[in-house]
């Protein structure tokens, strides 16, 4: 199956090297580039891509206020993509917000190319982009600076069983399902099976949002 990608980014050299490099690709193919945020989501909204890749910093609309219409349409817009920031900056305040909007994760500029064709991988099979520790340290940071919330948030999780409750606690930390299965003793599929149910209980569309979602409920603790 090919995976369809737009990328989004004010730097013509930048989207240039990245469409080269991702359409060498036999599974993804490169259906679009736009210049700002205002145009990327005018572009998504007619080539229904599955992955978009959004720089942070554009002129006219920046990358947050484009995830945000992209994971939140407007009434009557059916089709969300996964969204794949692209930054810099390794902490950055708009990365941060990109993922409580619904981002499924970040990469670095600089990061090499094999980790720009993985990242798009990853994020296309539903999910998040997690593996780069810079990420958890950017959520964790934030955490710090926000006190977990004391009302819906926090509330929600009385809705999960107990075994739902672990699973996210570890889904938290980055633990992947074959490493949850290891520490709880179960199935892998069963793992797989909780973390959809936490997912559809907490309207989550994926382990970056899940995240976010166990920091700022006070679930899990920065440094823990």
Same mark, same amino acid.
């Given at each position: 199956?090919?995976?369809?990608?737009?990328?989004?980014?004010?730097?013509?050299?930048?989207?240039?090297?990245?469409?080269?490099?991702?359409?060498?690709?036999?599974?993804?193919?490169?259906?679009?580039?736009?210049?700002?945020?205002?145009?990327?989501?005018?572009?998504?909204?007619? /080539? $229904?891509?599955?992955? &978009? @890749? +959004?720089?942070?910093?554009?002129?006219?609309? %920046?990358?947050?206020?484009? !995830?945000? *219409?992209?994971?939140?349409?407007?009434?009557?817009? /059916? $089709?969300?993509?996964? &969204? @794949? +920031?692209?930054?810099?900056?390794?902490?950055? %305040?708009?990365?941060?917000? !990109?993922? *409580?909007?619904?981002?499924?994760?970040?990469?670095?500029?600089?990061?090499?190319?094999?980790?720009?064709?993985?990242?798009?991988?990853?994020?296309?099979?539903?999910?998040?982009?997690?593996?780069?520790?810079?990420?958890?340290?950017?959520?964790?940071?934030?955490?710090?600076?926000?006190?977990?919330?004391?009302?819906?948030?926090?509330?929600?999780?009385?809705?999960?069983?107990?075994?739902?409750?672990?699973?996210?606690?570890?889904?938290?930390?980055?633990?992947?399902?074959?490493?949850?299965?290891?520490?709880?003793?179960?199935?892998?599929?069963?793992?797989?099976?909780?973390?959809?149910?936490?997912?559809?209980?907490?309207?989550?569309?994926?382990?970056?949002?899940?995240?976010?979602?166990?920091?700022?409920?006070?679930?899990?603790?920065?440094?823990?």
């Amino acid at each position: 199956m090919t995976t369809r990608v737009i990328i989004v980014d004010d730097q013509a050299m930048v989207r240039a090297g990245f469409a080269a490099l991702l359409a060498a690709q036999t599974d993804i193919d490169v259906v679009g580039e736009a210049p700002d945020g205002a145009q990327g989501v005018e572009l998504s909204r007619r /080539t $229904h891509p599955d992955v &978009v @890749l +959004m720089d942070v910093r554009m002129p006219e609309m %920046d990358g947050l206020e484009a !995830a945000r *219409r992209l994971l939140t349409p407007p009434r009557g817009v /059916t $089709h969300r993509p996964r &969204v @794949l +920031m692209l930054t810099t900056f390794d902490i950055d %305040d708009y990365v941060y917000e !990109a993922l *409580r909007a619904g981002a499924s994760g970040f990469l670095l500029k600089d990061a090499p190319p094999a980790d720009l064709i993985s990242a798009v991988r990853v994020v296309a099979s539903g999910d998040a982009l997690l593996a780069p520790s810079v990420t958890r340290r950017l959520i964790a940071d934030f955490a710090r600076q926000r006190p977990a919330a004391r009302g819906k948030p926090a509330l929600r999780l009385k809705g999960l069983t107990e075994r739902e409750t672990e699973v996210l606690t570890l889904v938290a930390r980055g633990r992947s399902n074959t490493e949850i299965a290891e520490t709880l003793v179960l199935a892998e599929q069963t793992v797989k099976t909780h973390v959809s149910r936490v997912f559809t209980k907490l309207d989550l569309r994926d382990r970056a949002q899940a995240v976010v979602f166990a920091y700022e409920s006070g679930l899990v603790a920065p440094g823990e």
